[in-house]
């Protein structure tokens, strides 16, 4: 029996992957990206892409009605947490609001469930680490788009039936990334940093810590989640558990660059001074496999970024507010 997949975002990092292992699955695969930041040559060639927004709601229907989902993997968003607040309405044109489009289409044409991606943003300045029964009291705009979200998939599922799989993921990175990107993915951010011969650059003295996350303890886990029973209207972090501070990291991607290189401390930015979280609920229902390690991830990205070079995606250049933007995001 073919099983018909929406995949928003596919043409972005962590969309692609998923492309790859929904394909595996043996779902047929559609894709909706409008290429913001994604690229054309990441979609598999097994799919069919669309190009085109979700705040789009004519093309929505037109898809929806054409090739009658079965499920829907939502990750299609402008996941630049620390600009959020300086892009307020088209972040919550782009997260909130698109994804409401969604959201209905899903519940007129009858979606099995639906797949979201959502953000440990939510969580705010919670004790870590953040874990899924914590109420949720995101502190900025983008944290605040995603956890809105997450409230109406579970108001469409008590009011209309649909099911949903929430994945709160966190520092993902590895091959595909968008590392042309200067306001999001830090490890991308230094690998393009390295490739054109710049210092490293850290908001503060670099002792944010975060847990980075190899794509491929995500992608196959989040592909799989509509054939879990018990995943189905549940929330779940997932990502990596060790924690390394941001200065650390620069010194790791250095050295996977083989590169040596200078660290150039900016102004220290609004943004939670730490932020990991617990993976139990994941481990439980998924039992994943091992963790990889960071070194070892970095390696397998720099071989990517070293075989691929630069990529540029389109240049934004829609700030809404001035008032105390970080120097280095001011338009050049």
Known sequence: MKITSLITGGAGFIGSHIVNHLLDNNHEVIVLDDLSGGFEENVNTKVRLYIGSITDVELINKLFAKYKFDYVYHLAAYAAEGLSHFIRNFNYQNNL???INLINASVNYNVKCFVFTSSIAVYGNKPLPNIETQHPQPEDPYGIAKYAVEMDLENA???FGLNHIIFRPH???GPNQNIGDKYRNVVGIFMSQILKNKNL???GDGSQSRAFTYIDDVAPYIAKSVNIPEAYNQVFNIGGKTVTTVKELA???ADAMKSKVEISELEARKEAKHAYSDQSKFERIFKPKSETPLEEGLAKMAFWVRQNGLRSSKVFNAI????NLPASWKKQ
């Open 251 to 253: 010194y790791s991607v």
């Open 320 to 323: 809404e507010i001035d008032k």
């Open 201 to 203: 650059s850290i908001f």
């Open 171 to 173: 520092n993902v990175y």
């Open 157 to 159: 599922r008590k009011m």
């Open 97 to 99: 609001i698109g994804s």
